[in-house]
């Protein structure tokens, strides 16, 4: 097994923890409350400092060379390490791609650098609009707009389209941009079981029953990124017909890496009606960009949207640099390139599955770029994070409320370009570390209940103590 140490060489890592309260979750610490609006968020830091303190607090790691599939990172504590990237959510590794770098550059020189205005307001480029032309040519729709994020499009979207007297009817693992749109623009929000559609048509029907002209927006997600699952959208589409309501695809993480062109699990499915369908995206994850769009076949549906989008409207452009570089990944995800990728990409969560669940290890969820290793026990999955850093592997641990209680994981990037040996390394790697922070967390518990068991009996004797007195001092009461 190759091993990519820290570049600390004078560090000897001590990676033991204190536990000094059960308090796992922020948002413990989220409905503060208090006049002081300085003074009333201090007690956050009950949690995070000490999480800090320990360094197994990984918000802020960044990138110090090109997240390609080896690379140099740097975490929130100044310790610079190199290894395997499993974190960066590349999923047909090409942010380091010659046509794309090159492409940006050319649209530097045009353009020089600059931060665009509103799309309103001079800020459009000429690959801002052939992005567009390509994208609607790309996925077959009539009309697209584009956001200057993923997040303001599933935003925007929902925001610009509902009103406070429409429904939105979601799944309950879509998300932050589709819920927190949703509960901006209108109060009649229902969240259903994740991927249970008769849920879904139980919730729409009732509504529909009870509000026969009522828009109704029903919100899914091509691949859930957490849990690497979908729903049956062909079954959906059909669905949302049958009760004239609208559908809403966010296809953020399955376009460019799933279907037989890449465009989602739509594809994959063989939907092929989008008479009610509005389709969401962004570029982060294959286009090497910050860039969001919405699709659909109704040309007045985004025309509205450029005048009733916030998120859009009051948001500048798209730059130049970056329209550029989504047109020359999109170019490489249509050809026959970026087929191979697609096919060799699942090859490799294939292996790595297989290989982990022969140790006895659990996969969640379906073939994808993204392969979710359940760890369950939020303590454990911070320290193996942290442990496999040290070790020189570079991966995400995700915990609640980005996932239930009791159902972290680690989030397992794969990509095309990732090595036999570069699997077998993370298998032996996470092998080795999962049972070292098991250990580690088994042994902190055990001193944190000894130190409440010392705890309860101090005080117990205190108290008995003050009986005692107490008694005594009624006994040299005098009888009147």
Same mark, same amino acid.
């Given at each position: 097994?190759?091993?990519?140490?820290?570049?600390?060489?004078?560090?000897?890592?001590?990676?033991?923890?204190?536990?000094?309260?059960?308090?796992?979750?922020?948002?413990?610490?989220?409905?503060?409350?208090?006049?002081?609006?300085?003074?009333?968020?201090?007690?956050?830091?009950?949690?995070?400092?000490?999480?800090?303190?320990?360094?197994?607090?990984?918000?802020?790691?960044?990138?110090?060379?090109?997240?390609?599939?080896?690379?140099?990172?740097?975490?929130?504590?100044?310790?610079?390490?190199?290894?395997?990237?499993?974190?960066?959510?590349?999923?047909?590794?090409?942010?380091?791609?010659?046509?794309?770098?090159?492409?940006?550059?050319?649209?530097?020189?045009?353009?020089?650098?600059?931060?665009?205005?509103?799309?309103?307001?001079?800020?459009?480029?000429?690959?801002?609009?052939?992005?567009?032309?390509?994208?609607?040519?790309?996925?077959?729709?009539?009309?697209?707009?584009?956001?200057?994020?993923?997040?303001?499009?599933?935003?925007?979207?929902?925001?610009?389209?509902?009103?406070?007297?429409?429904?939105?009817?979601?799944?309950?693992?879509?998300?932050?941009?589709?819920?927190?749109?949703?509960?901006?623009?209108?109060?009649?929000?229902?969240?259903?079981?994740?991927?249970?559609?008769?849920?879904?048509?139980?919730?729409?029907?009732?509504?529909?029953?009870?509000?026969?002209?009522?828009?109704?927006?029903?919100?899914?997600?091509?691949?859930?990124?957490?849990?690497?699952?979908?729903?049956?959208?062909?079954?959906?589409?059909?669905?949302?017909?049958?009760?004239?309501?609208?559908?809403?695809?966010?296809?953020?993480?399955?376009?460019?890496?799933?279907?037989?062109?890449?465009?989602?699990?739509?594809?994959?499915?063989?939907?092929?009606?989008?008479?009610?369908?509005?389709?969401?995206?962004?570029?982060?994850?294959?286009?090497?960009?910050?860039?969001?769009?919405?699709?659909?076949?109704?040309?007045?549906?985004?025309?509205?949207?450029?005048?009733?989008?916030?998120?859009?409207?009051?948001?500048?452009?798209?730059?130049?640099?970056?329209?550029?570089?989504? &047109?020359?990944?999109?170019?490489? !995800?249509?050809?026959? @390139?970026?087929? /191979? *990728?697609? $096919?060799?990409?699942?090859?490799?969560? +294939?292996?790595?599955?297989?290989?982990?669940?022969?140790?006895?290890?659990?996969?969640?969820?379906?073939?994808?770029?993204?392969?979710? &290793?359940?760890?369950?026990?939020? !303590?454990?999955?911070? @320290?193996?994070? /942290? *442990?496999? $850093?040290?070790?020189?592997?570079?991966? +995400?641990?995700?915990?609640?409320?980005?996932?239930?209680?009791?159902?972290?994981?680690?989030?397992?990037?794969?990509?095309?370009?990732?090595?036999?040996?570069?699997?077998?390394?993370?298998?032996?790697?996470?092998?080795?570390?999962?049972?070292?922070?098991?250990?580690?967390?088994?042994?902190?518990?055990?001193?944190?209940?000894?130190?409440?068991?010392?705890?309860?009996?101090?005080?117990?004797?205190?108290?008995?103590?003050?009986?005692?007195?107490?008694?005594?001092?009624?006994?040299?009461?005098?009888?009147?």
């Amino acid at each position: 097994m190759q091993k990519y140490p820290s570049l600390n060489t004078n560090q000897e890592f001590d990676r033991s923890i204190t536990i000094s309260n059960m308090k796992l979750s922020h948002l413990e610490y989220k409905n503060v409350e208090g006049k002081n609006l300085f003074e009333r968020v201090k007690g956050f830091q009950n949690l995070v400092g000490s999480l800090r303190k320990q360094k197994i607090l990984l918000y802020e790691r960044r990138n110090m060379s090109p997240p390609a599939q080896e690379c140099y990172g740097m975490d929130d504590y100044g310790d610079i390490f190199y290894g395997i990237n499993f974190a960066s959510a590349d999923y047909l590794g090409l942010c380091t791609n010659e046509q794309a770098k090159e492409a940006a550059m050319n649209a530097a020189q045009d353009y020089s650098v600059n931060s665009c205005g509103a799309p309103l307001a001079f800020g459009a480029s000429k690959y801002y609009m052939q992005l567009k032309e390509e994208l609607k040519d790309y996925w077959g729709m009539k009309e697209v707009i584009l956001y200057s994020a993923g997040w303001l499009a599933g935003f925007g979207i929902i925001k610009g389209l509902i009103r406070p007297y429409d429904f939105v009817v979601m799944d309950e693992l879509c998300h932050n941009c589709l819920t927190e749109g949703a509960f901006a623009a209108t109060k009649n929000v229902s969240r259903v079981p994740h991927l249970c559609l008769e849920a879904m048509e139980k919730k729409v029907s009732e509504i529909r029953t009870a509000n026969p002209n009522a828009c109704i927006l029903v919100v899914t997600e091509g691949l859930f990124s957490m849990d690497s699952d979908y729903t049956d959208l062909v079954a959906l589409q059909k669905l949302t017909l049958k009760y004239e309501a609208f559908l809403l695809i966010d296809c953020a993480h399955d376009f460019g890496c799933m279907g037989k062109t890449g465009k989602g699990v739509f594809e994959l499915q063989g939907l092929q009606d989008f008479s009610n369908v509005l389709l969401m995206s962004g570029g982060s994850k294959c286009l090497s960009t910050n860039v969001g769009w919405v699709a659909c076949n109704s040309f007045e549906v985004i025309d509205y949207l450029k005048f009733f989008s916030s998120a859009y409207m009051f948001t500048n452009s798209v730059n130049p640099v970056q329209c550029a570089t989504a &047109l020359a990944q999109l170019r490489i !995800l249509k050809s026959e @390139v970026g087929n /191979r *990728l697609r $096919i060799k990409v699942l090859e490799n969560y +294939n292996y790595m599955k297989k290989e982990l669940n022969a140790r006895g290890y659990q996969i969640i969820g379906y073939p994808s770029p993204i392969l979710p &290793l359940l760890i369950g026990n939020e !303590l454990v999955c911070r @320290v193996v994070t /942290r *442990l496999m $850093i040290d070790e020189g592997i570079h991966c +995400n641990g995700i915990e609640y409320p980005i996932v239930r209680m009791g159902q972290a994981r680690l989030r397992v990037n794969l990509q095309p370009q990732h090595t036999k040996e570069h699997m077998d390394t993370f298998i032996e790697t996470f092998h080795f570390c999962f049972n070292k922070a098991t250990k580690i967390v088994q042994e902190s518990l055990e001193k944190y209940q000894l130190a409440l068991e010392q705890q309860e009996q101090t005080q117990q004797e205190k108290e008995n103590k003050a009986n005692f007195n107490d008694n005594r001092m009624e006994l040299k009461k005098p009888n009147l």
